[in-house]
């Protein structure tokens, strides 16, 4: 069994289906892993979400932030101004389609290959343990009925900076900013969301969250996808940046996940692209 992860498609479904010919994927056996922003701003985020929905436990995903918006407009909150989203919204199994959606993860574990799984990343003062538990508290209550109380309250860039004793609304939105927005810190582990081009552009104090300082979170692979500037090229042995821009023409990247942790692991990983 291969198992592979995929960045961002944002309903570029054609290209998808280019690259898992490229993988020679076999849903009988194999697995895929998806980076999260599965829909929106391309041209087939209804086919996107069928295909993926339809391979059953045979794919993993993580909410990104364009499927939480997704939901978010499903369900009333009209924020969400400019968007491709109108062949999911108004499709004949859009409330199957929304249910199994809103039922994905924030963060997924694989303890025996120690790879761990999310949208945007996760935030430096995180151990595993506590980010995978502060995950699950934003996705108990999509699950739950309360599910749309949650999508009115959780845009908003505030609070910016974690504190163990947030509670409600402000609690769960930094989490959900956290998995699903975050790509620079300030030095006090402040977020910052007004910058999102390529490190070496930010102003003066911004850090890429994955360069902080003492991050918490070690002897563990991270792979997120959100941030299509750094273009797959990230300066951490451990972190793997799985965007490379393919809605604006870039490249749909896959990994092959390694079988075994190993101070090598960095350099033995496999990446298929193909060309948007």
Known sequence: MAIYAIGDIQGCYDHLQRLLEGIDFNPSKDKLWFAGDLVNRGPDSLQTLRFIKSLGDRAVCVLGNHDLSLLALAYGNKRLKHHTLDDVLNAPDREELLFWLRHQKLLHHDKKRAYTLVHAGIYPNWDLKQASNLAKE??????????????????GNLPDQWNDNL????????????????????????????????PGTQPNGL??????????????????????????????????????????????????????KSKLRNKLHHFIKINC
């Open 207 to 260: 850090i890429p969250w994955y360069e902080i300082k003492n991050r918490k979170i070690s002897n563990n692979d991270i792979i997120f996808g959100h941030w299509s500037t750094l273009f797959g090229n990230t300066s951490k042995d451990d972190v793997y940046a799985l965007d490379t821009g393919c809605l604006w023409g870039g490249q749909l990247t896959a990994m092959k996940l390694l079988k075994k």
């Open 138 to 155: 934003v996705e108990t209550i999509l699950k739950s009925d309360n599910y749309i109380d949650f999508l009115f309250n959780m845009y």
């Open 167 to 198: 509670v409600g609304w402000e609690r769960l939105r930094f989490i959900t900013n956290t998995f699903t927005r975050m790509r620079y810190c300030y030095p006090d582990l402040r977020l910052n969301f007004s910058h999102n081009n390529k």
